[in-house]
């Protein structure tokens, strides 16, 4: 199983910009789709974007869409995810996951994600 870890959390003004990386070791990256999440105090986790092994097509909540944006560097197993516009309401645990296969490109659901990393606080003051 493949290792996640992010980074880059943080507190931020409103209006402000974050950048969170995920840091893929373990295995050898494998060609599936890899997906953000987050979970706000007291709030089930949700699903925040997804992006296609080779970055061609990303899919977004409707809550971040217009203002994140999802990349990848394969060469270097990582996955990003650009914060702009920061809410208040975007404060949250971040977390990177490896969708389980290509076949389930489209969802939205945890439990079609196997691996996940430990989360990164970003914490967003009004």
């Known amino acids: 199983q493949v290792q996640l870890v992010e980074s880059g959390g943080g507190l931020v003004q409103a209006g402000g910009s974050l950048r969170l990386s995920c840091a893929a070791s373990g295995r050898p990256f494998p060609k599936y789709p890899m997906g953000w999440f987050r979970q706000a105090p007291g709030k089930e986790r949700e699903f925040v974007l997804a992006i296609s092994w080779s970055s061609s097509a990303t899919y977004y909540s409707d809550s971040v869409k217009g203002r994140f944006t999802g990349s990848r560097d394969n060469a270097l197993n990582m996955v990003y995810l650009q914060m702009n516009s920061l809410k208040p309401e975007d404060t949250a645990v971040y977390y990177c996951?490896?969708?389980?296969?290509?076949?389930?490109?489209?969802?939205?659901?945890?439990?079609?994600?196997?691996?996940w990393g430990q989360g990164t606080q970003v914490t967003v003051s009004s």
């Open positions: 996951a490896q969708m389980n296969g290509p076949w389930t490109w489209g969802t939205r659901r945890e439990t079609d994600f196997g691996s």
